[in-house]
């Protein structure tokens, strides 16, 4: 696992994740970005989907961008803790991994998830995603892809705080 800052839509990796809304046909923030970079065939391909309910994920091509697939997420909305917020995000994560396993992937790059408009503390967010990612990402090379410094701050001190895992 590693953390850089990039605009995610411009890695080279098999699968991005996009921080969707439930009707997954674009939106501001990390999801905007992603359908104006893949071109119009990627909103046409969530219409097929037909939506996704918090906490899951769906897949479609990656159309324009580098990477081969997007694996739609939908995070929760931070209602103050006691929503079950924290499991919702971590299923957000575990389900974008088994996603990207079924779909064959080798790499994948996640963006903060529900840390925007949705308003999750970015600290906690990032914690839960780091600790679910670390448990469910085996054979999987996970980046962390932040847009501003400050996340990318937190996602480096919770990657250099884990145990170095040996051969």
Known sequence: MLALQADITTLAVDAIVNAANSRLLGGGGVDGAIHRAAGPELLEACRQLGGCHTGQAKATPGFRLPARWVIHTVGPVWQGGLAGEDELLASCYRESLRVARELGARSVAFPCISTG????????????????????????????????????????????ALPQRTG
């Open 117 to 160: 408009i949705y308003r999750f503390p970015p600290a906690r967010a990032a914690a839960i995603a780091v600790g679910t990612v670390r448990g469910h990402a085996k054979g999987l090379e996970v980046q962390f892809c932040c847009f501003g410094a400050e996340d990318l701050a937190l996602y480096r001190a919770l990657l250099s």
